[in-house]
């Protein structure tokens, strides 16, 4: 596969000293790059641009996912098929992406880097208690290595998916109830070398999003007439 025919997302805030070198790595191996500045304080936009990055600075801070979801949707306004989205804290290896091409190659919708030995105790709280609660077969949930397909890119750029705030329990819960064939394949992750998780940085931020991704759970938020809801969408009549 033609690395140009595929697009890495990533969003990033205050991550001058990891983003330089990942973006470098992309760009050596022919990936279009976009990087979302989301809201940074220090040079991330610099050390992104000068590293060979296309970069989105909103005006506002968005939010991991919703920073992702306009990166998502440049990319498929590009006209990308294939789209990698993944961390700009130096976690994810470049060169695990071919591990994500070739579980698509092999029929995967949607491939998700996943590492379970990694995170803290409150993460593993947190996995567990979704993967019972939604039945999600999916184990590594709050994984952000993940490659999307056209499929999975036209669902999770609609509005529908503008009303998530994480990229986990929601954004999987859609694609799985669109019928997406969603594969996990191991890799590996590096440990962060700055900054902090965003979801379990605190016990109080383990507790608002199992209170929000809780409700969203439980919430009727999904379309049951799928077919209508792709075409209306996408114009792809066949999701099967």
């Known amino acids: 596969m033609n690395h140009q025919e595929i697009c890495i997302v990533m969003p990033a805030m205050n ?10 790595q992309a760009c050596a191996l022919n990936y279009k790059v976009i990087v979302i500045n989301d809201a940074s304080t220090d040079n ?26 306009a990166g998502l949707r440049l990319a498929d306004k590009l006209g990308y098929k294939l789209v990698v989205t993944m ?32 995170g ?10 979704f993967k019972r609660v939604n039945r999600l077969s999916v184990s590594d949930i709050t994984s952000g290595f993940r490659l999307y397909n056209e499929k999975a890119l036209k669902c999770l750029t609609s509005r529908q998916a503008t009303m998530f705030e994480y990229q986990c329990v929601g954004v999987l819960l859609m694609m799985r109830n669109m019928s997406l064939s969603i594969e996990e394949v191991a890799v590996t992750m590096n440990d962060r070398k700055a900054g902090v998780s965003r979801i379990f940085h605190s016990w109080f931020a383990v507790g ?33």
């Open 44 to 69: 991330t936009a610099i050390e992104a641009k000068k590293a060979g990055a296309q970069v989105l600075s909103p005006i506002k801070n968005l939010g991991a996912w919703k920073a992702t979801q």
């Open 15 to 24: 991550e001058e000293d990891t983003i330089g070198k990942i973006v470098s």
């Open 120 to 129: 803290s105790t409150g993460r593993h709280i947190a996995w567990q208690f």
């Open 87 to 118: 961390d700009a804290d130096g976690q994810h290896n470049v060169s695990d992406i071919a591990t994500l091409i070739k579980s698509h190659k092999e029929g995967a919708d949607v491939a998700i880097g996943n590492c379970t030995e990694r």
């Open 208 to 240: 608002y999003y199992l209170l929000y991704s809780g409700l969203l759970s439980v919430s009727k938020a999904f379309p049951t007439k799928k077919e209508r809801y792709f075409k209306r969408l996408t114009g792809l009549n066949n999701f099967d």
